[in-house]
């Protein structure tokens, strides 16, 4: 497989009075998420409070029950917090209907899993298709807008190819590719490069350095530190609360060196 010849420029967001003004893209204020099995309570979140700029890349980790995952799920829509309020592109989610939240989904996120989530007999282009069966209005021509996509990740050449004739990686751009179709605000990948060697780990990440670049905001959800070293800044959890919140200072590019 051809390497991804990406590399991301040290651009930083501009820190001005007109950039701080700006609501933020992602905010969580003072959000817990309680969870109720049987008679146990389990705090998944307790009283987060942090803010994600339009155009930011943040890699979110922490160890297996620190609250990361209960994290990504609000920032995805799928979950709501029990108390405390989390807004995206400006909107309190808790005070949205179903429907509003499944628009919000399918128009301002895009979505990328560990496990790609492919259907196993439909070609590349159809895969990547799939979001705008959804989107209201219906594009005239969801194949070009596909197309256009596969290109983007460097697939254009295999739109008619099923997912067993694609490497891991290849199929991991194949959803990233559907998660952009519908020009998502926020690229939101939980693991994304847990079932990828190194190698083809960097090369995605290298596209969403590119992706970010072009300014799409990322969210990554990782437990391996090397990968969140491509990211601009990172959230680490712990017992449900954000113990750091750092910016990376020696980012890693695709090359593997500081940026």
């Known amino acids: 497989m051809t390497a991804l010849a990406l590399t991301a420029p040290p651009r930083t967001p501009a820190k001005n009075a007109a950039a701080s003004a700006k609501t933020p893209l992602i905010r969580a204020e003072n959000v ?33 029950g620190s609250g990361k995952s209960t994290m990504m799920n609000l920032i995805g829509a799928l979950d709501v917090p029990t108390s405390g309020a989390l807004y995206i592109d400006g909107r309190d989610i808790s005070e949205m209907t179903a429907d509003e939240l499944a628009e919000l989904r399918n128009r301002r996120i895009g979505f990328v899993f560990q496990q790609f989530n492919l259907l196993a007999r439909t070609p590349a282009v159809r895969q990547v298709m799939l979001p705008l069966l959804y989107a209201r209005p219906r594009p005239q021509d969801p194949e070009a807008m596909a197309m256009e996509r596969l290109r983007q990740v460097g ?36 693991e994304p490069t847990g079932a990828l060697d190194t190698k083809t780990s960097e090369e995605i990440m290298a596209l969403f350095c590119r992706l970010n670049d072009q300014g799409i905001t990322v969210v990554v959800v990782t437990h391996e530190t090397d990968i969140a070293e491509f990211a601009r800044r990172r959230l680490t959890f712990r017992d449900g609360r954000i113990v750091d919140d750092a910016i990376n200072t020696l980012r890693r590019t695709p090359q593997g060196g500081p940026s």
């Not at 050449?157 to 998502?184: C, F, K, W």
């Open 32 to 64: 817990s998420k309680i969870y109720t099995m049987g008679d146990q309570t389990v705090r998944a979140l307790d009283n987060v409070s942090v803010t994600i700029e339009d155009g930011d890349f943040v890699a979110i980790m922490g160890a297996s």
């Open 155 to 190: 697939l254009g050449d295999r739109a008619d190819h099923h997912p067993r004739q694609l490497s891991g990686g290849q199929q991991q751009r194949v959803a990233i590719a559907r998660a952009l179709v519908n020009n998502p605000k926020i690229l939101l990948a939980d």
